[in-house]
């Protein structure tokens, strides 16, 4: 069983380093490290560059974005290697040296019949990251934070989740036009579908965020607050995926931030108030379309 890890990155050098060490340093070895640059400054460039045969460097020319970022990389994983699975993270996530042998020890126990597999997402505290907590398919179930056997889950983030090629030559790749926010809940609820997703508890990475916080339009700094118009317009798309009754039960959860934003009074609401409904409004007529990559190992 083969694997290329997928990296996106933005001008975050440092963090990416210790990213790309550890992942060569995977007990498991990693057959290719694929890093998706989303027209990063110079220095990264140049650092990347100077890594040659060690990695598959993509450059973008542009910046598209997470979701644009992962679709290009998982677009490479399948016309361009043989691997057999595809294992996704960003830039800020540090996996311990044994997350992979346990993904990969998990995919066999359960004969490759997975939707997708995630890893147990940490802060640096050892804390879960609130930003990847995990999504129980049982409703009101709580992982323990010491447990040790495959928790099923409706979706997950893309910080430590791998998919198999045959999956991905399935479902399509993820959506590039989500630009940021919810691409990975979308592909992971999109696989999911198929076959049934995990998170592996003893698979280990490190969120390495600067806070240990969750999202929130209503107390987000106000530099955030411009990015809440993609996480509100592609939650209108992937929710009316889910069917008629949770997308209108996301409704009910877009008035409930617009109470929060009113009843949490902080500077700028009228920003805050306006990413929520266009955000919303946007994403009642947003219709992206699902993209398909070749699959060199059948091609070939």
Same mark, same amino acid.
């Given at each position: 069983?083969?694997?290329?890890?997928?990296?996106?990155?933005?001008?975050?050098?440092?963090?990416? #380093?210790?990213?790309?060490?550890?992942?060569?340093?995977?007990?498991?070895?990693?057959?290719?490290?694929?890093?998706?640059? $989303?027209?990063?400054?110079?220095?990264?460039?140049?650092?990347?560059? !100077?890594?040659?045969?060690?990695?598959?460097?993509? /450059?973008?020319?542009?910046?598209?974005?997470?979701?644009?970022?992962?679709? &290009?990389?998982?677009?490479?994983?399948?016309?361009?290697?043989?691997?057999?699975?595809?294992?996704?993270?960003?830039?800020?996530?540090?996996?311990?040296?044994?997350?992979?042998?346990?993904?990969?020890?998990?995919? &066999?126990?359960?004969?490759?019949?997975?939707? @997708?597999?995630?890893?147990?997402?940490?802060?640096?505290?050892?804390?879960?990251?609130?930003? $990847?907590?995990?999504?129980? #398919? #049982?409703? %009101?179930?709580?992982?323990?934070?010491?447990?040790?056997?495959?928790?099923?889950?409706?979706?997950?983030?893309?910080?430590?989740?791998?998919?198999?090629?045959?999956?991905?030559?399935?479902?399509?790749?993820?959506?590039?036009? %989500?630009?940021?926010?919810?691409?990975?809940?979308?592909?992971?609820?999109? !696989?999911?579908?198929?076959?049934?997703? +995990?998170?592996?508890?003893?698979? /280990?990475?490190?969120?390495?965020?600067? $806070?240990?916080?969750?999202?929130?339009? !209503?107390?987000?700094?106000?530099? /955030?607050?411009?990015?809440? *118009?993609?996480?509100?317009?592609?939650?209108?798309? *992937?929710?009316?995926?889910?069917?008629?009754?949770?997308?209108?039960?996301?409704? =009910?959860?877009?008035? +409930?931030?617009? =109470? /929060?934003? @009113?009843?949490?009074? #902080?500077?700028?609401?009228?920003?805050?108030?306006?990413?929520?409904? &266009?955000?919303?409004?946007?994403?009642?007529? %947003?219709?992206?379309?699902?993209? *398909?990559?070749? $699959?060199?190992?059948?091609?070939?």
């Amino acid at each position: 069983m083969t694997v290329s890890a997928v990296v996106v990155t933005y001008n975050r050098l440092p963090m990416l #380093k210790e990213v790309i060490e550890a992942l060569q340093n995977s007990e498991t070895k990693v057959d290719n490290i694929i890093v998706v640059d $989303n027209n990063s400054k110079e220095d990264t460039q140049e650092y990347l560059t !100077s890594l040659g045969d060690a990695i598959r460097y993509v /450059r973008l020319k542009e910046n598209i974005g997470g979701s644009g970022g992962f679709n &290009k990389g998982i677009r490479y994983f399948m016309e361009e290697t043989t691997d057999d699975y595809v294992w996704l993270m960003d830039d800020d996530t540090v996996p311990t040296s044994t997350a992979l042998t346990e993904l990969v020890n998990s995919a &066999k126990k359960i004969n490759n019949q997975f939707g @997708f597999l995630a890893s147990d997402v940490r802060w640096t505290d050892n804390s879960r990251a609130l930003m $990847n907590l995990p999504s129980p #398919k #049982k409703r %009101f179930h709580k992982i323990s934070l010491h447990a040790t056997e495959l928790e099923p889950l409706r979706n997950a983030t893309f910080v430590s989740v791998m998919f198999s090629r045959e999956m991905v030559a399935n479902i399509g790749l993820p959506i590039t036009e %989500f630009f940021i926010w919810g691409d990975d809940i979308e592909y992971t609820e999109r !696989s999911a579908r198929v076959l049934p997703g +995990y998170m592996v508890p003893t698979s /280990r990475v490190i969120h390495k965020m600067a $806070n240990n916080i969750a999202s929130n339009v !209503s107390l987000d700094t106000i530099n /955030r607050v411009p990015r809440y *118009f993609y996480a509100f317009r592609n939650q209108m798309y *992937f929710s009316r995926q889910r069917g008629f009754l949770l997308y209108m039960r996301t409704h =009910l959860k877009v008035l +409930y931030e617009i =109470l /929060r934003v @009113f009843l949490n009074h #902080k500077p700028n609401m009228r920003l805050r108030l306006k990413m929520i409904v &266009k955000g919303t409004v946007t994403g009642w007529f %947003f219709r992206p379309k699902v993209e *398909f990559a070749k $699959n060199k190992k059948v091609n070939h």
